[in-house]
């Protein structure tokens, strides 16, 4: 079974500079990974999903990258923003055959300081 | 589209009481979730519907029962309430062929 593994718990940042989210998994034969933003009270918005195929994603100023080898995904966000400050999971399917059922980590709560 | 949506946005119930909590997604997508979200632990896998009329168990279904209504209404059933079930709890959907999932915005539930 997928174990998914997010640290550090929480990070506080000042606005400008570039954000770092880590993400460790257990089985590299993954199919893909996710990651979700959560705001305060609310649910969640997917970001990135990048294939098993891929090495990183881009949307904007954030890039997703994926190393299936070493169990780990990296979340880039660069030159922060205050509206940026979320909770940051990721997820990756529970098995190599559970199409659609995800396994997510417990996120990393990020603050941007103005 | 309103994407997904859940009802109610807050509920408080006694040990022993029963609940439903009501998703339903305007996407036209096949496949349907329930978690659930406790401090540190990230979202847990209550049940899934792969399509209409068939739902299976995830990782925490104890305690829990579902019905696949039809294709837009996934609901969960809380049969005898318990305070360990006091969560988060979040309904999601996708579209065949894609792992995506969207969110609703969830239940916030306290069983006392």
């Known amino acids: 079974k997928q174990e998914v593994t997010q640290i550090p718990a929480a990070l506080s940042v000042p606005e400008g500079e570039n954000l770092v989210l880590n993400c460790s998994f257990t089985?590299?034969?993954?199919?893909?990974l996710q990651w979700f933003r959560q705001d305060p009270g609310k649910g969640l918005t997917s970001l990135l999903l990048?294939?098993?195929?891929?090495r990183e994603q881009t949307s904007g100023r954030l890039n997703a990258s994926l190393d299936k080898s070493s169990g780990r995904s990296t979340l880039y966000i660069a030159a922060s923003q205050p509206g940026d400050s979320a909770t940051y999971l990721c997820?990756?399917?529970?098995?190599?055959?559970?199409?659609?059922?995800?396994?997510f980590g417990a996120g990393t709560q990020v603050v941007v300081t103005p | 589209n309103a994407g997904v949506t859940q009802t109610p946005k807050f509920q408080v119930l006694k040990t022993g009481q029963s609940m439903t909590l009501q998703c339903a997604q305007d996407?036209?997508?096949?496949?349907m979730y329930w978690y659930r979200q406790d401090p540190g632990m990230g979202l847990r896998l209550i049940y899934y519907?792969?399509?209409?009329?068939?739902?299976d168990k995830g990782e925490v279904p104890n305690g829990y029962n579902v019905s696949r209504l039809n294709k837009r209404e996934f609901s969960l059933r809380l049969e005898s309430a318990a305070p360990s079930q006091t969560s988060v709890y979040f309904c999601?959907?996708?579209?065949?062929?894609?792992?995506?999932?969207?969110f609703g915005p969830g239940t916030r539930l306290t069983v006392t």
């Open positions: 997820a990756a399917p529970l098995t190599t055959d559970s199409w659609g059922k995800l396994q």
């Open positions: 990048i294939q098993s195929s891929q």
């Open positions: 996407m036209n997508h096949n496949s």
């Open positions: 089985d590299s034969a993954i199919y893909n």
């Open positions: 519907s792969a399509s209409e009329g068939t739902t």
């Open positions: 999601a959907s996708s579209q065949d062929g894609s792992y995506e999932q969207y």
